[in-house]
């Protein structure tokens, strides 16, 4: 029995604890001759990496990534080249302060793992959550560095689209704005209040949850499979799976409820090229679960972190109530960081799917 493995033929296996000396992966299936360099990987890390700003939590891990398997150095380029063989990655746990964790050591966070670990294993790893924690997303992160690489073309970006209830504003939609602002927020005018709100959560004590939106470019059409490999379906889990995410649209999503079947079509014509194009994207890029061509696009919330310096009503081990207020340093809004993990769920998704594509249809 196994549940650390997603894909079904570029497979990614993490293991690793926040508490344990280090975190690493094990990416099965990914084919040979791809291109990636440490820095191309190190990169999309360092997006993720706590500390960056003071929305985040101030846990100082630099997230330094090795890799110990399935590439081979191309002596021209000095450039890595998968080899078809097992990749794996590696990254050594350094700032763990377990004392920050002495409280929860008899007490359940509410909202947290805590209660349903214990209640399904018998033991849990108290310091910073074991496998609960979000350190795990760093190696989806490193992964879906290399997943990108597997699909021709493609282009996958991740930016953050509301906190609380401030939204973006979509008519100020720009991607050059993404990385550079702490929000990684596509619209420049959202930075500043955003800004003020999340100090003020910040330094309450609180924490408040988020919208996230990925939109993969230049997907080929063809990609899914029904019925029970939809692609839709599929980044749906990819999503659901990361911590702290309560839902997940697709295209116009839940709001779709609100629209007529004219509003909703998305209708076709032909472009000046003479190629097929579509009039609109609600359908987020898959139809019957079979990509489309479109962009596609997903938005995943995510839920206030649980654990907060407020006090909260709990109970302990031995059945007590009892009150439990969280120190320790952690993200005022996780979806700040979540960014980069959506981005790769996507990328690890359609990967897996080119694959599955091609293997049973060939290379057509
Ligand atoms: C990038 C990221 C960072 C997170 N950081 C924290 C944190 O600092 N403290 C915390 O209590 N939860 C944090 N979480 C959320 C917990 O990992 C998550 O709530 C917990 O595992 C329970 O799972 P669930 O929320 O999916 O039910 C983070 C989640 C993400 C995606």
Request: net charge neutral.
């Amino acid at each position: 029995m196994s549940h650390n493995t997603f894909g079904h033929l570029f497979r990614l296996t993490t293991w690793g604890e926040s508490h344990g000396p280090a975190i690493g992966c094990v990416i099965d299936g990914c084919p040979a001759g791809i291109p990636i360099t440490l820095q191309e990987i190190q990169n999309y890390l360092d997006k993720r990496r706590p500390g960056q700003s003071r929305f985040t939590t101030q846990r100082q891990e630099p997230d330094q990534v090795r890799i110990l398997s399935g590439t081979f150095e191309n002596e021209n380029t000095g450039e890595l080249v998968t080899t078809g063989h097992p990749i794996s990655l590696i990254i050594d746990n350094v700032d763990q302060r377990s004392k920050d964790y002495s409280d929860i050591k008899s007490k359940y966070r509410p909202g947290h793992a805590d209660w349903s670990y214990q209640k399904k294993y018998g033991i849990r790893d108290y310091r910073g959550g074991g496998r609960s924690s979000a350190r795990e997303t760093a190696m989806r992160v490193a992964a879906g560095a290399i997943a990108r690489k597997v699909v021709p073309g493609i282009k996958i970006r991740g930016a953050l689209v509301q906190i609380g209830n401030l939204e973006i504003d979509r008519a100020n939609w720009d991607w050059n704005e993404v990385d550079q602002n702490p929000f990684f927020s596509p619209d420049k005018s959202s930075v500043q209040p955003w800004s003020d709100y999340l100090d003020g959560i910040r330094k309450s004590g609180s924490s408040i949850g988020a919208v996230i939106e990925v939109v993969a470019d230049g997907v080929p059409a063809g990609l899914g499979a029904p019925v029970y490999g939809k692609l839709d379906q599929d980044i749906a889990a990819a999503m659901m799976s990361i911590n702290a995410v309560k839902g997940v649209e697709i295209g116009a999503g839940f709001a779709s409820a609100k629209l007529t079947g004219e509003e909703n079509a998305d209708e076709i014509r032909i472009d000046k090229n003479g190629n097929p194009e579509f009039l609109s994207n609600n359908a987020g890029g898959v139809l019957a679960g079979v990509s489309s061509g479109q962009p596609i696009v997903a938005r995943f919330v995510v839920k206030p972190t649980s654990s907060i310096l407020t006090p909260r009503k709990t109970i302990d081990e031995d059945g007590k109530e009892t009150e439990i207020m969280t120190k320790g340093r952690h993200d005022p809004c996780v979806g700040i960081r979540a960014v980069p993990v959506g981005e790769a769920m996507m990328a690890l998704a359609i990967a897996d799917h080119y694959l599955r594509h091609r293997g049973q249809m060939g290379e057509k």
